[in-house]
């Protein structure tokens, strides 16, 4: 259901007429309850006003041209992370295992592939949720339901369910300090990872590919101990491991208070994070999430699942990225197994006959979700790789270039999606279930899943 929220004060600098990052406030919005204390919104939007921004538009100009390259089929994307971060789990292991499994199912595709791969994570602000329901009840009490940390606790209580305003202070701080270690760990300190001999493979012996694994290790192994007697001082620094950061723009007082001008570029930057995406539950085209994101520079993803319609989501196309810049829209689709064969094809074909320079990726996970008996919500690894195997025969029956994936996963070992060459079975599920919102795949699930797209691939696209 739609919502209107009580306007903002607006900073006077802006002309009436033109597009500003509050301007979505006179639009109906989805998913985004009203905050309670208005006062309290305001005072907490004009302090994240004034914070510094957590990245820089040149770190954003530069992914948009890698996701160019993407679209130009030159390179493939891959976005991955939890679905919901959550305030708590912001520590170090937390971070340093997202990081590590993200690099490892890199080089695991860079040298399957032999393409460059462009890194994004989930990671230091997707803390706000879409959810299917506004309200549940718990122990006969009827409640908001819980949206990310963003916006309130999960605590099953009537009073922390209410939207916080200070949760966004929170979320910019949590964000800063991911960031921070983020980009420390990528500047240096995480040199091992370049060493698959320190990949810890061990305990996937029982997995049907694990010699395969080995023998890739051991030629990534011999790539980095070359390439590090070539160019030592480039290599062993591990200079430039970049790792991009992304989340769902849901909250959007939270974005809009990032959202600045900066010296001698034109347009507005969403400065907490390099892409931001548009959730399949809040894309309406005349609708507050799509006002916002038009007016921005950023990456922006679109989440493409059903119901959808084909013409409404050109125009939203048309209407986010009017110059056609390439590198600028990333659809990103979600059908589900069952419905991919019969949605995606026909969405090709449109966006191709408007010659729209878009990169296409495919999110394996939010179409494939259900419950099991025991009502635990889960995903069952065969599907997401079905899905994903049909995506790829559909674009390469279409002569298109699928150029990225769009997963939920962690690198703990979790025990949350069902499936995988170890075989976890819904009897398993409750030894170490984490998730506050969907479940992901876990570390050794994500490195096969990173070893099986890059077989997909290259049936298709391999040079
Ligand atoms: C998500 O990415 O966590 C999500 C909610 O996705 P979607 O908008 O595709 O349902
Ligand atoms: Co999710």
Sequence with gaps: MAIKLPPLKKSSKFNQGEWHPLSWIDHEINQLPPYPDVNELQKVYDELRFLPPLITSWEIEALKQKLAEVSAGNAFLLQGGDCAETFNACNAPKIVNLLKVLLQMSFIMI???????????????????????????????????????????????????????????????????????????????????????????????????????????????????????????????????????????LNLYYDAAQTRRVPRRTGWYNLSSHMVWLGNRTRSIDNAHAEYLKGIQNPIGIKVGPPFDRDEILRLIQKLNPAHEAGKIVIITRFGIKEVEKDLPGLIKAVNREGFPVVWSCDPMHGNTFATTENVKTRNFDDILDELKATFAIHRSEANYLGGVHLELTGDNVTECVGGANGLNEAGLKRNYETYCDPRLNYEQSLEMAFLVAKEWNEGYKR
């Design 111 to 249: 040298h399957e592939m032999g393409t460059p791969v462009v890194r994004v994570g989930r990671i230091a602000g997707q803390y706000a949720k879409p959810r299917s329901k506004d309200y549940e009840e718990v122990g006969g009490e009827k409640m908001l339901n819980y949206r990310g940390d963003l916006i309130n606790s999960i605590e099953p209580d009537k009073e922390a369910r209410q939207p916080d305003p200070q949760r966004m202070v929170t979320a910019y701080n949590k964000a800063a300090l991911t960031l921070n270690f983020l980009r420390a760990l990528s500047d240096e300190g995480f040199a091992d990872l370049q060493h698959p001999e320190q990949w810890e493979l061990d305990f996937m012996k029982n997995n049907v590919y694990y010699k395969e694994y080995e023998q890739m290790v051991h030629s990534i192994n011999k790539a980095v101990s070359f390439m590090e007697s070539i160019t030592p001082n480039q290599f062993n620094t591990l200079h430039k491991v970049d790792m991009y950061t992304s989340h769902e723009a």
